[in-house]
Structure formats: C-alpha cells, structure tokens
C-alpha cells in the first residue's frame, strides 16, 4: 500500500507516462522495431500514428480542463522553507516537478522521472539532520533523492540493455541540479526557471567531482564547493 492514500492514481498515472514516453521513444528512434524486424519500420510509423492521436487528445482535453503547469519558483521556495526546518516536509510531487524540469534541460530524452518512487521513498528526502548547516542539508538531499534513482528508462528502452551506471550518473546529475537550484533560487531570488538553468549548468562543468564527493556521503566538501558556486549563478 502506497504510503500516500490521497493519491492513490500514482500507480495510473506512472504507467500512462511511461506509455507516453515510449511510444514518442519508438516514434522517433524505431529501437525496438529495429531489434525485432530488422528494421525501425512498420513499428516505426504506427507509434507516429498513436503519439499524434495522443497529441490531438491531449489539446481536445486541455481545452475541456486546463492543466495548471507547476510554478517551478513557489516549489523551489516551498523546499527551501522545508529545508531550513519551518514548513511542511519537502512533497513527492514538488520533487517530481523539479526532477523533470531538469530532465528537460538536458537529460536522456527516453527517461522517465518515477513519481511512484519519490512516493514511496522511506524516508522524507528532505529533512535536515539537527544542527546541520542549510547547504550541507541541500548536498544531504541531494544524496537522498539520487539513491532513490527516480529517473529511468522507459519501457522501449528498458527491453534492451541498460548500463546501470548510465542510470546512476542521470540520477546523480538531476539530483545535484534540484538541490543546488533549490539553493540558487534562495540566495539569488532568480525566477524557478533561471535557478535551475544555472543549477545545470553548474552540474554539467563540475559534475564528475560533484558526484564522487555525494557518492562518498562528503556533503561538509559538497557543501563547501556550492558555496563558492552558488555566487556566480545563476
């Protein structure tokens, strides 16, 4: 049983976007026609028919009930608050918004962000350890959320071989880049967007070394290493 009753669509609706994302996957690469046939074609052209029937039903459905896009700067601050202790628990679908965010900016197009495990996680991803410092706290979460491994393949995919570091070090990357954001946003007062442009970035220059200091749960040198960051963003 999901730990989260109120919602209990998760399970409906993780399935629909790993669909969504593999039928675009197999639209537009043909992986797993080309695995089985040969050839990325006729399967290739059916999932073209099926993501443009999806399109269509998506815009028919948008007009009939508007679909409320997620304020990237109010999560960002909304973590932030919850972070230094003085508001409610950091929330799996605040966490969601901003993992695919990041994807967007960079991430493997045939990754899914897990709403499901960020659900399920057993631990609130971003509690602070008494006494510990705010950006230590971030890099701590930080730490947390990639162990959680919330991004993933989707299924086209995930039928072919999956190099386990590849996933891991999406992961680390999107971790570090929400974490930092989160930070970004609060010392800078950047729009949500801007925050985590800089956040990427940032990531993308340091990340090997970012990494290895989260891997090895140094979050005191993670920590001290956004604080020389964190001025020049974003």
């Not at 999901?2 to 639209?27: C, F, V, W, Y």
């Not at 026609?33 to 050839?39: E, P």
């Not at 947390?144 to 039928?159: E, Y």
């Amino acid at each position: 049983m999901l730990p989260h009753p109120h919602n209990l669509t998760l399970p409906l609706k993780e399935g629909i976007r790993d669909l969504r994302t593999s039928i675009r996957q197999e639209a537009a690469a043909g992986s797993i026609s080309a695995r089985l046939i040969g050839t990325p074609e006729p399967a290739r052209r059916l999932a073209r028919m099926a993501d443009g029937v999806l399109s269509r039903a998506e815009k028919v459905a948008e007009r009939v009930i508007p679909r409320g896009g997620a304020d990237v700067s109010r999560t960002l601050d909304r973590m932030a608050t919850s972070l230094m202790g003085v508001g409610a628990p950091v929330e799996s679908a605040d966490l969601y918004a901003l993992c695919r965010e990041v994807l967007s900016l960079g991430g493997p197009r045939d990754a899914v962000v897990s709403e499901l495990r960020l659900a399920m996680a057993s631990e609130d991803l971003g509690r602070r350890v008494r006494d510990e410092d705010t950006v230590t706290a971030a890099a701590r979460a930080a730490g947390r959320l990639a162990a959680v491994g919330a991004a993933r393949p989707c299924l086209t995919s995930a039928l072919g071989p999956v190099d386990p570091e590849d996933s891991a070090a999406v992961n680390d990357h999107m971790a570090l880049a929400v974490w930092l954001g989160v930070l970004v946003r609060r010392d800078s007062g950047a729009s949500g967007e801007l925050a985590l442009v800089g956040a990427q970035r940032a990531v993308e220059a340091e990340g090997p070394q970012w990494r290895t200091l989260m891997r090895d749960e140094r979050f005191t040198d993670l920590a001290a290493a956004w604080r020389s960051t964190i001025p020049y963003l974003p």
